[in-house]
């Protein structure tokens, strides 16, 4: 895919995502960070639960919702083995557990209201993200 | 209401993931793969996504209190500490292992597929591993 055909569902749903955190910001205060959300749904559970279950649930559907609208499956490829899946989820957990956030936290929310904190998580987890993929293409 | 608005912008979040390519970890190593055939696309997932959000964030002084909540519940620390460079980092090593961030990891569970199940599941062990640790738990409840 090239030009149009793919920039454009990527800029919509970019938006798309965009949006979902400026309601989850107007409607219920809260960022929309996906790991912190799930984090706090592992016990022992806060006493805010029910609305993290219900945006979990939301997200779980929205590759379905997707498959109802176009009549089409996702485009899925996880070509990495078992055993680095493994390894990338510890480090993913732990590590957004760590530095407070990830793509969503960070990215999404903190970069739209500039927050320094954010910026520099972007930008370290962005450099280590590049780096981790141009040592595992092309040097190793 | 609340409970229904939560279920929405999870449901608006999960189909824009899905749109937009990033659920797809092939996709996501292809944008970050600046010395392969980079493919930019996923660039305009971040822009589109900022741009959108950085409405409602500029909105949000409109607002006296959150449509549903008595306040805003934003995080206001602006500490730049090893914490926050680390934990990045790591996420990040673990995000070019694999493709997957939290985000398309968990929308995928609906996609049946093995792999990212073996993911998510490894993700909660590691969110559960940060918490085990002594000095875990003052920020635990951050973004």
Known sequence: ?140 | MKILSALAAGLIFGFGLTLSGMVNPARVLGFLDFAGEWDPTLAFVLAGAVLASAVGYGLMGRFAHPVFEGSFAVPTSRDIDLRLVGGSALFGIGWGLAGFCPGPAVASLSLGLGKSVLFVAAMLVGMVLFRLLPSAAPRARHA
């Not at chain 1, 400026?22 to 706090?40: E, M, T």
């Not at chain 1, 945006?55 to 109802?68: H, K, Q, R, T």
């Not at chain 1, 490829?77 to 936290?105: H, K, N, Y």
């Open chain 1, 1 to 140: 895919m090239s030009g149009l055909t793919s920039y454009l569902p990527a800029f919509l749903g970019g938006v798309l995502i965009g949006t979902s955190a400026a309601l989850v910001l107007l409607l219920l205060g809260r960022i929309a960070g996906i790991s912190g959300i799930v984090a706090n749904l592992l016990p022992p559970v806060g006493a805010d639960w029910m609305w993290r279950a219900a945006f979990v649930l939301g997200l779980i559907g929205g590759p379905l919702l997707f498959i109802a609208v176009t009549g089409a499956p996702p485009e899925i490829e996880i070509a990495a083995t078992p055993v680095t899946l493994v390894v990338a989820g510890l480090l993913v957990g732990f590590g957004t557990r760590l530095g407070s956030g990830c793509t969503s936290g960070h990215g999404v929310c903190g970069l739209a209201r500039l927050s320094p904190r954010s910026i520099v998580a972007v930008a370290t987890f962005m450099a280590t993200a590049i780096l981790t993929v141009f040592i595992r293409s092309h040097v190793l």
